[in-house]
């Protein structure tokens, strides 16, 4: 029941209002018309200029603004619209001058909720029209989120479907490819055996074939990798075993690049609900970027704590406000290097599926594509950005149950 | 050393050719080959192979329907079978450790070692 009468016009709650006027004999007729006690003004005040009104509206919630809007330092629909972009929650009425009635007019459709027109006004027509306005501005901001809901709606469904085709495809596409693979790779086995031609040109070619096969492979394997993700297996998991998993699995390339690793990690770390083949995959693929990008003798830095969302995070790792609220609680994990960083040219096409800096050594361009996907699935996010002073840092973020 | 023989049974003919020579090279197996599936049982029972390599998507029937009408013929229904197929990955054989409902799978394309080292695994006595 609460939530249906908050949806209920209240007539009776008192109102606080700011009127934004600078001609005296207006203000003053304003003031006095609200000050009749069974209008229920529980607050007014005056302000002359835009910048007094801008202040006071920082200062003090008002739950309805009078405007006119020629003032000294502002004029015309200028005034409403700084107000307006300001304050997008506040209702606002403007006052218009006595011959003005297609200006107020047009102010509705600059954001204002009503006009009044100077001198025709009576105390009862001013506070309805205050009551309407806050009304409508309340309808207005209920209609948006809804329409943003459903906009977030149309795209979840259009990602879904979008999915569905590319895992039809991909298994179609694997199947059909995999076979002549096959018979490549198995014809290449038998001719490496048997030809007894005494040049190593011939082995080269054969090398090459057999190398070219299995990269073929590999970006099939991949592509069906990216389009089963929907099935995901999830538990109870701690977050420091994937690591340790992840690490082992990689420790062969820090080896080879002579790379160090360093971890901070909270202590007592609650367990977070993951499919961990799907977390370890993203983790590793995230230490190979790292590994990759960092000249011998590099740092890759591992963090991982406990923490709630700012409005700036969600901001700068380009999250989605609509899932991602300010105060969210999650687990944070970092990884970072101090390797080459990313060109900022190529900042924002790094989840583009394809998208690769490293072609020429094998690179496909779906690690972080399907990091991303992986991460999201799971409510969480996954974002790359360069850090302050070098290299980069790949933040994972994880809901977790408290 | 006694030869084994190897049932293949696969539509794609140009597969089926190098695989045997591959087999049939290493001088350890006898081949014969099937390209269509609907001819599997009549071949196993003249054949009699140690194992049967069984493609599981083909025209006509599927590889499961040859394991199933395998079954319902006393003498061959032992025989063992590696699905070699190409509508699985190696990671998802990897992860039920070679074997998917039952049955060893071999994902295509996989090394020829590895092929070789499946067949070894599960080749069984001629009954």
Known sequence: MAEKEKNVVNFSDPLSVLIVEDNEVDYKMLSSMLKDESYKISYSQVTETLADAVKALKEKSFDVAIVDLNLSDSKGELTLKEITEQFPLLPVVVNTGAYEDDLGLKTLGYGAQDFLVKSKYTAYTLIKALRYAIERKRLELELKDTMEQLSVTQRQLIEAERMRIIGGLASGVAHEVKNPLATILYGVTYLTDHVQVDDEKYQVVLDNIRAATHKANNIIVDLLDFASLSRLNKKATSLEDIIEKSLSLVGHEIDKHKVSVSKEITKDLQDIVVDKNRIEQVVVNLLLNAIYSITEGGNVHIRVHNGCLSSEMIKSMGLSEHYFKNGDRYLFMHIEDNGSGIKNENLDKLCDPFFTTRRAKGGIGLGLPVSKNIMELHEGSLCVQNKEDEGARATLIFRTSL | ?127
């Open chain 2, 1 to 127: 050393m006694n030869t084994k023989k190897i049932l293949l049974v696969d539509d794609e003919k140009g597969f089926t050719d190098v695989l045997r020579l591959n087999l049939e090279s290493t001088g350890d197996y006898e081949v014969k080959v099937v390209n269509d599936a609907r001819e599997a049982v009549k071949q196993t029972i003249a054949f009699r192979p140690n194992l049967i390599l069984l493609d599981i998507i083909m025209p006509f029937l599927e590889g499961p329907d040859v394991v199933m009408a395998l079954q319902e013929n006393e003498s061959i229904k032992n025989t063992p079978v590696v699905f070699l197929t190409a509508t699985v990955t190696q990671e998802e054989v990897d992860q039920q450790q070679g074997i998917i409902g039952g049955h060893p799978f071999v994902a295509k394309p996989t090394n020829f070692e590895e092929l070789v080292s499946s067949i070894e695994k599960n080749a069984g006595m001629v009954y």
